[in-house]
């Protein structure tokens, strides 16, 4: 009688043995599912109904009937875009990709918090805490910037220091070019200021008030006694009159960081103002005898990032050396695109490229995108080309210039652009070439003359990489006539 039992016991390990465990791709995940724009005319009352119902009727499609609970949609889409989000495996994904009326259908991972504080101040606040969102459906929620108008553990901190060695710190963001070793002339905005103007408006650095011939080469202290005129404006009013600076005396705002571009500016309290006009006062009763000028070293700009980040995430070393990428390389157009965008600059650029809406549905075309799905983008009645390849993506009128491959058994390729004149009538533009050796670079034509009712001109620009190391590489082309520089950046990978 013990041997059935003895034979249980000896099976028991074989039925353990038997175990199952789920794929991968096959375990529910969050997914977006696109479905183009929304449609902008008022659909009625209903409409929404409608929607979820033929989106769920969609998951019961796909999902299998012994996992019905998992029918439902965790977001609904109708203002921004038309969709839906829902847990879904990666081969349901798949198949739901391929309806007629989705565009894309794409993961929606949980993202890790990259601020520092602002989810403490949100569960102080607001009374969320960290274990988390209800799972309810939740309609047209887009979440993008929260501005808590709260302190963050941040400085970004700049240095005055003046000639009689005593140094004060300031908040600034600006990218500026002046070194502690050189020293400039400080003045008071009421001491230059141009004929017939009050002192009053001077020492705000109200526009016109400074005289250009009294400013120019001097880093200039401004108050803002009289805050009418904004920073933008008090900056912009110092940088024409040609000073080197702006020492910004403002009680209120001295931690609030303004971001001046390239020109050396920072805001200091009244504490430090009162010692800064202190010592251009006695020194300028020292130079009624000895002809002295008071002066500051520089706005040395020093950034204090208290941040708990990995120290590649803050690489930052554009002060007279190489960009370098999160991996300490030296970076490439691929890792910082065409640089930092110059406001000033950007008010009369001189030439622009100008790209249209059906460039960029030319570009999805290109891509590959089925022509029914960029409709449902676009909402446009728009039609790909008829011949659509990646190759044609270069010839989308686009700031800079990318060749995906060149052989260097072929000849050249040629890459059409159109500039569009939006300064001076009359202006002739000459094309620099900077390029890696071996790339040879022909530009048709060299030369480029606007006039009167003529405000859009097209070149060629030819590639050769037969002598071209392989891989990808850089260059610009650059449109000057002697103010602008109209810059254009190509990368072409060479096999």
């Known amino acids: 009688m013990a041997s059935p039992f003895i034979l249980l016991g000896l099976f028991l390990p074989l039925q353990c043995g038997i175990i199952t465990s789920t794929p991968l791709n096959q375990i529910p995940q969050p997914y977006i599912v696109y479905m183009g724009r929304s449609s902008d005319n008022d659909r009625g009352e209903n409409a929404e109904a409608v929607d979820s119902a033929a989106h769920l009727q969609l998951l019961s499609s796909i999902i299998p009937s ?25 081969n349901e994904a798949s198949t739901l990709s391929g309806h007629e009326k989705i565009i894309s259908v794409f993961p929606d991972p949980m993202l890790k918090l990259h601020t520092t504080r602002s989810w403490d101040f949100l569960a102080q606040e607001s009374g969320f805490r960290s274990s988390g969102f209800p799972h309810a459906v939740t309609t047209d929620v887009i979440i993008g910037v929260i501005d808590t108008a709260s302190s963050i553990d941040r400085d970004f901190e700049s240095t005055v220091l003046l000639g009689n060695g005593i140094s004060f710190r300031g908040t600034a963001i600006n ?26 408006e001077a ?26 005129v904004s920073k933008q404006i008090k900056k ?16 209120f705002e001295k931690g609030v960081p303004f971001d001046s571009g390239a020109f050396p500016f920072t805001t200091v309290g009244n504490d430090a103002g009162v010692h800064i006009i202190k010592y251009i006062n006695k020194s300028r009763k020292k130079a009624e005898e000895r002809k002295e000028y008071p002066y500051v070293h520089s706005l040395c700009i020093q950034i204090f990032i208290y941040l708990f980040r990995e120290p590649a995430a803050i690489t930052s070393n554009n002060i007279e050396k190489p960009l370098t990428n999160s991996t300490n390389g030296f970076a490439n ?5 065409a640089g930092e965008l110059s406001p000033l600059k950007a008010l009369n650029p001189g030439l622009v490229y100008e790209t249209t809406a059906k460039d960029y549905l030319y570009f999805l075309c290109y891509y590959g995108y089925p022509e029914n ?12 080309p008829k011949s659509s390849s990646e190759d044609l993506i270069s010839n989308i009128n686009y700031p800079s210039i990318s ?16 500039l569009t004149n939006v300064a001076l009538q009359n202006s002739t533009y000459i094309a620099l070439i900077q390029s890696p050796k071996g790339l040879l670079v022909k530009v048709s034509p060299k030369k480029i003359t606007y006039r009167e009712g003529i405000r859009k001109a097209s ?12 891989g990808y590489n850089f260059g610009t082309i650059t449109w000057f006539d002697g103010l602008h520089h109209v810059r254009t950046i190509f990368a072409v990978n060479v096999q």
Request: one cysteine or more; charged letters at 20%; glycine letters at 8%.
């Open 373 to 384: 799905k960029v409709r449902a983008m676009s909402k446009l009645n728009f039609s790909c």
């Open 333 to 337: 157009p691929h890792d910082m695109g």
């Open 403 to 418: 060749i995906g491959h060149l052989s260097r058994n072929q000849g050249g390729r040629t890459i059409k652009r159109t």
């Open 66 to 90: 012994q996992e019905s609970a998992r029918v439902e949609m965790k977001h609904h889409y109708s203002h921004a875009f038309k969709g839906f989000s829902a847990m879904l495996t990666k």
């Open 236 to 251: 912009l009013v110092v940088e024409d009159a040609g000073a080197k600076g702006l020492i910004f005396i403002d009680e």
């Open 459 to 470: 070149f060629k620009a030819t590639f050769y990489g037969r002598d071209a190391q392989k």
């Open 203 to 228: 020492s705000n650095c109200y526009p016109g008030s400074l005289d250009p011939k009294k400013a120019a080469g001097k880093i200039i202290v401004c108050v803002n006694s009289m805050p009418i």
């Open 175 to 200: 990218f500026s070019n002046l070194t502690a070793s050189k020293t400039y002339p400080l003045a008071y905005g009421a001491d230059v200021a141009s004929k017939f103007t009050p002192p009053s």
